[in-house]
């Protein structure tokens, strides 16, 4: 079994980062603490969950990490992995069914933090599927929730096979409407004052009206995904007649049946000092937990 030293300055990949998860396996293991702690605990567990015997979350979590990494001497099945995820995610939307969506309601903030935990848990097995447009998919879901910390490990993974699909990309959506040409961009509705860190913050933080994921999040760790400004062009503002020069912004996005394109995006990023309005691409929206300035008021 590797140690800490035998990883430190490894490149990250799927060995690297197996290496580290059977050293502390989970999420963010200095938060957390570990159902297990040897086989014999593993496998009285596996004995009560397959009798249906009432077993804990926190353990069926646990379960799925020696699935897919082999922790405690457990074979690897990725595929036993992807069903017990799929039977908690159901047994997760049972119960949420039964909640009041409240955000004072402690057990349904629990409850979005299990949610995150548990597409992290699919984006994770999905890359060492080597299914890496379905793992995006779930990671940038994950990530985007707003809900779950993880470890300086788990964040060079998910940039890592974030960065798998420029290879992969080779589509380019169509889309129509505001933010899609130099003369009708999204962004800014009028003024002076260059503030481009609002095309990421905004972009990023969009959402498809049919379930599209923009593959881009601001974190703590940079950038995840693909955000990139291509250059600037020359327009005619529609609201005022004023020449302005547009940014254009190219992402990915990634649609519910696992599609993978690029979007080309027209951002206008002046704006006035205190007045914030915004119009959103046609077809996307902010998702509901987003980290959007409350000063901006979204015009439709």
Not at 93 to 119: G, S, T, V
């Amino acid at each position: 079994m590797e140690n800490v030293f035998d990883l430190l300055g490894k490149e990250m990949n799927e060995q690297t980062f197996a290496g580290w998860q059977k050293i502390a396996h989970g999420f963010h293991p200095l938060l957390e603490e570990y159902s297990f702690s040897d086989k014999e605990e593993l496998d009285s567990f596996i004995k009560d969950f397959s009798e249906h015997r009432d077993v804990s979350i926190n353990n069926i979590i646990d379960y799925i990490f020696a699935l897919i990494f082999g922790i405690f001497s457990c074979k690897i099945d990725l595929n036993e992995a992807l069903s017990t995820t799929n039977w908690l995610f159901d047994e997760i939307e049972k119960i949420k069914m039964n909640i009041k969506e409240d955000l004072e309601n402690k057990k349904f903030a629990w409850l979005h933090i299990l949610n995150a935990k548990i597409q992290i848990l699919y984006g994770t097995i999905y890359a060492y599927m080597g299914e890496y447009i379905n793992s995006s998919y779930y990671f940038i879901k994950g990530l985007k929730s707003e809900s779950i910390t993880l470890n300086r490990h788990y964040c060079e993974f998910i940039q890592y096979v974030l960065s798998k699909l420029d290879d992969w990309v080779e589509e380019t959506a169509e889309y129509k409407g505001c933010g899609f040409s130099k003369d009708n961009p999204m962004g800014s509705c009028g003024g002076t004052i260059l503030i481009s860190q609002y095309a990421n913050e905004i972009i990023s933080n969009m959402e498809g009206d049919n379930g599209e994921i923009i593959v881009a999040k601001v974190g703590r760790f940079g950038l995840y995904g693909h955000l990139v400004r291509l250059g600037s062009c020359g327009s005619v503002k529609m609201e005022n007649g004023n020449d302005n020069i547009i940014d254009l912004y190219e992402t990915y996005v990634i649609d519910s049946d696992y599609n993978l394109k690029k979007v080309k995006i027209y951002f206008n990023g002046y704006f006035e000092r205190s007045k914030k309005s915004i119009r959103l691409a046609d077809g996307f929206h902010l998702k509901t937990v987003n980290n959007i300035d409350t000063s901006f008021k979204i015009i439709k």
